[in-house]
């Protein structure tokens, strides 16, 4: 009984939305969905769940596309996220190895990553793989600063990170067609290769895009004795494939698949004589449906599954065994939402949706609750409502989200933004938000031994964030100035109980405050953005600073054309980072140079070099492991 009652919405959403679809024709409502360029707008979606143009948005937002993603020629998504404003990374050694990420200030798994409106984190770990999400996949990124729990839910404490994945035409009825093939070389033997082909036949969209790369890396380790001294390579193979149908009436429906396929080695003091490594797997399966009902309702339907897939093994030196495995840990995660748009006024739209998903773990060592039952699945239901409005000078967005977990009970979170337009060139905007982070299937239900065990107990993570930015956009250059605080509590942390048993307590508070400056402007052929974020991440319980956090932060990209000739130049620049509670311990600042180059061969064929850290600069992003030195990379793309 329990389970029928889940799917209610979702049976009833497909009712309506099968209607639509297959009986007569509605008025048009033309409605970039996934978020792209309509007219000369920049159109983001992840900030309210519906398009908002770029420039009209309340919330912090940066925009990735796939034009600077072509022109970057990114590894991996952590040499992205790099160059993002507000956006810092810890990683363990080179690409592939463990990596966390840190939106504003706020801790690893405070960040809600989603793929094609998909969350993807792990529920036992609580965060995402995201750095096995290859860029050749992936056709743009949206990346939205502050607390979004009051739209999204748990994670969303910091910002939330939505990825695109590559997909066919959205203009109907055009015949367009993208179809490439792209290889790389460079230093550590990469080898690299993508292909693809997109486009639309009449009111149908499709496209199929495939990508392998390997690289041997580097030794992860700074100090390896008693480890394995070799390199640590790691391999991606990656699959997109999407098709889409738009309806005379205005209606449209998608399926899209995503699967990255990844083996990365690394060192273990446990296996000193053997060759460790990690195969994992990320799927992400989504079918959606829009539907005009009438001129002033959209109403959408989404059903997913997102799967992550690990597995450890102990691999023998010089023997193509694949050695014992260690441990494995499986999440697949059902979802399905339900929204509606009703667009009351021209500028005044009211959304109510209904989120659910489903957690179910397996892993090599069954998670207890503490009568000792095991736990594999624990779901999670929500219902949301959010009013966007606009007059002449001001602009309101109020959110509201009622959150119903099986482990935890209801949680509620809310939101409010409130824009003024100085003139048409300056907006002024407040903006106040809660978010939160439940505990992970780790936290809660970790086995029990005589050193470990999880906790029932524990409740969720919470916040309070606050904001205050100024926006200038003209002609040729656009800037931003922003100051926010996030008051975090309850945050969880392993410590010894009085029976000397490690467990996760809600014991911490942080206290985060910063502010972000950011410019851009295209002059002369010259296009800039910069930005520089301040961080003063608190330990409210010590008054020390967070571990892993930086507080300066610069990031520079510079682009340059000459007819078929392009040029690039990035800059990332960090301060120290303390890595124990007591900052007593540091990892040194930074800063690193890329430069890349690119030229029009033919009408078809497209060459690039690049270099990554240009003068060779050391330095850690994580406490005893190694980052790359200077890097070359060289590729052609040709296009039909």
Known sequence: MKRSTVFTPALLGATCLGACVTGAALP???????????????IIVTATRTPVALADSLASVTLISREELDARQPLDLVDVFRQTPSLDISRSGGPGSATSLYTRGTANGHTLILVDGQRVSSATLGSANFQFLNPDQIERIEVVRGAHSSLYGSEAIGGVIQVFTRDGSTNPGSANQDTYVTTATGSNSLQKVAAGSSGGIGNLRYGVHGSYLETDGIDNLIVDTGYNRDKDGYRNKSINASVGYQFDNGADIALRFLESGNRNEYDSAFSPNTRPYSDSRLQNIN???????????????????????????????????????????????????????????EDHIVTVGYDYYEDEVTASSAFVDDSGQPVKTRDNRAAFAQYQGSWSLLDLVLGLREEDNEEFGSHTTANASLGFHLNEQHLLVVTWAEGFKAPTFNDLYWPASAFSAGNPDLMPEQSENREISLRGHYELWHWSLAYFENDVENLIEWAPGPDFVWRPYNVSEAEISGAELAAGTTLAGWHLEAAYTWLDPIDANTGNRLVKRTRSNLTLNVDKSWGDLSLGLAVKGQDERYTNTSNSQWLGGYTTVGLRLGYQITTALEGNVKVENLFDKGYQLNNGYNQDGRLWQLGLTYRL
């Open 28 to 42: 048009a409502f033309a409605t970039p969905t996934d978020g792209q360029v309509r007219g000369h707008e920049e």
């Open 287 to 345: 079918l959606r449906g829009l539907v005009p009902v009438t001129d002033f309702w959209q109403s959408q339907l989404s059903l997913g599954l997102a799967t992550d897939d690990s597995d450890n093994y102990d691999g023998a030196i010089d023997s193509k065994s694949p050695g014992h495995n260690t441990g494995n840990f499986r999440t697949r995660r059902q979802q399905l939402f339900w929204q509606n748009d009703f667009t009351l006024l």
